[in-house]
């Protein structure tokens, strides 16, 4: 399975971007996939995660302002962010895990930039 991360870029406070992570190879294994991100000097946290049964969870700084969502027809997951904040500023990272009586995997895609302006 490859990752292939994109959508970032330069946007001014409050602006919106939708972030892409592309899957391909054998895509019929992924289960769950999760966003993370790391800021400059700071430790990779988790972002949002969606089941493959299509649950979603968030950490608390982004609820109500990022939505995890996928389109399993085109082994693409999303992360629409809204209103975003300087805090936001980060290397975004797509992360996909095998599903259940799979054998045991995990994928990560290259990172996009996302860089918001105050």
């Known amino acids: 399975v490859q990752l292939q991360a994109s959508g970032g870029g330069l946007v001014q406070a409050g602006g919106s971007l939708r972030l892409s992570c592309a899957a391909s190879g054998n895509t019929f294994s992924i289960g769950d996939i999760y966003w993370y991100r790391q800021a400059p000097g700071k430790q990779r946290e988790l972002v949002a995660t969606?089941?493959?049964?299509?649950?979603?969870g968030y950490v608390d700084s982004v609820k109500g302002r990022f939505t995890i969502s996928r389109d399993n027809a085109k082994n693409t997951v999303y992360l629409q962010m809204n209103s975003l904040k300087p805090a936001d500023t980060a290397v975004y990272y797509c992360?996909?895990?095998?599903?259940?009586?799979?054998?045991?995997?995990?994928?990560w895609g290259q990172g996009t930039l996302v860089t918001v302006s105050s």
């Open positions: 969606i089941t493959f049964g299509g649950s979603t």
């Open positions: 992360n996909a895990r095998s599903r259940a009586f799979y054998p045991r995997a995990e994928y």
